[in-house]
């Protein structure tokens, strides 16, 4: 499948309800082609009106805070585990993820990223373990795969608490380290020999 009929075929999906009440799809923005991959929950209520993802508050924040390690659009592929918004931005449920998981997977194999960065405790629970606890193992890297993945506190967690910037900045710079270990073409450096 190419990206055209995988956006297409999400475009028509209606394999839970959340198709249904959705004013636009949120497929995915930024490069295509890109060597990270960042993965949220879901469309919150200004990415559903403008059919992108994190535009609204969150998004602006988590763009400030990928200029500070040199990431723009450009650098990275950004979506979501669902690609509709959940009413009211509740967490999506379990079916609701699992009927867009698909396309979730179709996205990374077109991608094939080499790192992975989940936006919150939800994409790491379903990315990386059912278990997995954002308080105690953000900014821990895993490999999974041929996927390096990790998962930092979601934008809207750090609008709600500012106490956690501090950790987020640090899971920041172990992201920037890690490009630079594993793609450093993502800056423009050449890969390690």
């Not at 950004?78 to 009211?88: F, L, S």
């Not at 990790?150 to 500012?162: C, M, N, V």
Request: hydrophobic share 35%; charged share 30%.
């Amino acid at each position: 499948m190419d990206w055209e009929s995988l956006r297409q075929t999400c475009e028509q999906c209606h394999n839970c309800p959340l198709g249904e009440t959705r004013t636009n799809l949120v497929f995915g923005d930024g490069n295509p082609r890109a060597k990270l991959m960042l993965v949220g929950e879901g469309p919150g209520q200004q990415e559903d009106l403008s059919g992108v993802p994190f535009v609204g508050p969150a998004g602006q924040l988590l763009d400030r805070m990928l200029e500070i390690i040199d990431l723009d659009r450009s650098r990275y592929y950004i979506t979501n585990i669902v690609k509709c918004r959940p009413p009211h931005n509740r967490d999506p449920l379990a079916q609701e993820q699992d009927a867009c998981i698909g396309y979730l997977r179709t996205q990374t194999r077109l991608i094939r990223p080499k790192l992975i960065v989940c936006l919150g405790r939800i994409a790491a629970m379903r990315l990386i373990r059912p278990d997995y606890r954002i308080t105690r193992e953000h900014g821990q890297w895993v490999q999974k795969g041929d996927f390096w993945m990790t998962a930092i506190y979601h934008p809207s967690a750090l609008l709600r608490d500012e106490s956690k910037r501090p950790e987020a900045f640090d899971d920041l710079i172990g992201i920037r380290d890690k490009i630079r270990e594993v793609c450093p073409e993502i800056y423009g450096d050449r890969p390690a020999d």
